[in-house]
C-alpha cells in the first residue's frame, strides 16, 4: 500500500469532460488543504509546498483520466519526500478495508510477495492455504525470478505491480529459485483466494520458543490468530521464549498493533507528538501463556518500516525485547486518515512518536537500533539455515 514510495511520475494528459476536471479539482483542494494544515512538519520538509500544489493544479486542469489523477496525487504528496504518506483512490478504499478487516479476495497463485532487486525477484513471504502456491511446494524465502519468461520486478523495481493476479482458471508459469541454490520451472493456474492472511506461529524444532512471521499490521484478524496460538502452544507445557519476526513488517494500522503489543507489554508506553498536542499510547495488558512476562526476541531488517518499527521500538524500550538485524529505515511517522469527498482517502504523516524508556532517537532519525547487528537477506536462507533466528534461539536459551 505505501504507494507514496513510488517516484514521482507526471501522468499523461487526456482528454476528459470538463465535469470530471471539476470534481477532480475539488478533490485536489481538499487534499491540498488537509496537507497545508495538518502535515507533521510545518515547514514541509523544507520543500515549497505552495509551488507543488501550483504545479499539480496546472496538471489537473490540462485533463487526466481518474486512474492518472490519483496517480498525480500520489506524485504530489511524494514530494513532500517523507516515503510515507499516501493516496488511495476510492477503488484501492475498498480493497483496504476489505483487507484491514481479514477479509482478502483476490484471483492469483496465493502468495505474499516482496520485491527484492537484490534477489532478481520477489519473494515469498507467506502462502495462503489451500492455494495454487501452497499445492506447487512454494515456500517463505522461495523466489520467483521469472513470470512467464519475464522479470516480475518490471523497470524499475519500485513500480512492481503483483505480476500473480489474473482471470481464474488463467495459466501463468514462474521460476522458482530456492534459497541454497536450485531453480525449477511451475505451471499454475490462477485460483480465488478469500479469507485472512495466515500467521506464521510454530514452536522451532527441540525448543519451547514460539517462532511469530509478522508480515505486516493491516490485517485485524492477527492479534486474535496470534492469542489463538500461543494459547494452543501452552499444551506442551509453559514457552521458553517467543521471537517475532518483524523483517518483512512494513507496518499498518494501530489498530492491529495495539492487541498484538496487549500481549507483551503494558502501560503508557509512549506518546504520539503532532504539531499542537501530544497523546500517550496506552497499553493493556492480555497474558496468554506467560506471554507478559516470556523472553522476546524481536529480528528487524532493511523492510521493517512504519508500526513494525514502533513495535519493536516499544518493545526494546521497555525491556520487554532484545533486538537482533539491521538498523531500520527510521520511518516512524503515524499516519492519520483524511476522507476526501469523492471516496478517495489521503494517509498524511501528521504525528511523531516518542517512546518511554528509550536511550536512543528520535527513531525518524537513528531508526531502531539492533541489540546485535546481524545482517540478512531473505531470499539466502530458510527456516532451517536462518542465521538471525538461530542468534535468537542462543541468546532465549541463555535466558
Known sequence: MPLAALPVVVPAIASVAAETTALQLATFEQLQVAVADNYVDPLFNGKDWAGIVERYRDIVNAGLSDDDFYLAMNGM?????????????????????????????????????????????????????????????????????????????????????????????????????????????????????????????????????????LPGLFDATLADQLESALAALADGGPLGGVVIDNRMNGGGSSSVLKPILSLFTAGEVGNFRSRNATRPLIIEPKDVNGSQTVPVVVLVGAHTISYGEVM??????????????????????????????????????????????????????????????????????????????AAAVELLSQS
Open 77 to 213: 504528496v511524494s514530494e513532500l519526500g517523507d516515503g510515507h504518506s499516501y493516496v488511495l483512490s476510492p477503488a484501492q478504499v475498498a480493497e483496504a478495508d476489505a483487507e484491514l478487516a481479514g477479509r482478502v479476495d483476490f484471483v492469483g497463485i496465493g502468495g505474499f510477495f516482496q520485491p527484492i532487486p537484490e534477489a532478481g525477484g520477489a519473494s515469498v513471504i507467506l502462502v495462503f492455504r489451500g492455494s495454487p502456491a501452497e499445492r506447487a511446494g512454494l515456500r517463505a524465502h522461495d523466489t520467483v525470478v521469472a513470470v512467464d519468461g519475464e522479470s516480475p520486478l518490471g523497470v524499475p523495481p519500485e513500480r512492481w505491480q503483483n505480476p500473480f493476479l489474473g482471470q481464474e482458471g488463467s495459466s501463468i508459469s514462474i521460476t522458482v529459485s530456492s534459497p541454497g541454490g536450485g531453480t525449477k520451472t511451475l505451471d499454475l493456474n490462477r485460483a480465488r483466494v478469500e479469507g485472512a492472511k495466515p500467521l506464521d506461529v510454530c514452536l522451532v524444532p527441540g525448543t519451547r520458543i514460539a517462532y511469530v512471521l
Open 312 to 389: 519493536t521500538g516499544i518493545l526494546q524500550a521497555n525491556g520487554r525485547a532484545k533486538v537482533i538485524g539491521q538498523t531500520t529505515q527510521g520511518n516512524v511517522e503515524t499516519l492519520n486518515r483524511f476522507d476526501l469527498d469523492d471516496g478517495a482517502q489521503l494517509w498524511l504523516a501528521t504525528e511523531t512518536f516518542d517512546a518511554r524508556g528509550a536511550t536512543y532517537g528520535p527513531w525518524e532519525d537513528t531508526g531502531i537500533i539492533p541489540d546485535r547487528d546481524l545482517r540478512t537477506r531473505w531470499d539466502l536462507f530458510d527456516e532451517s539455515s536462518d542465521p538471525a533466528l
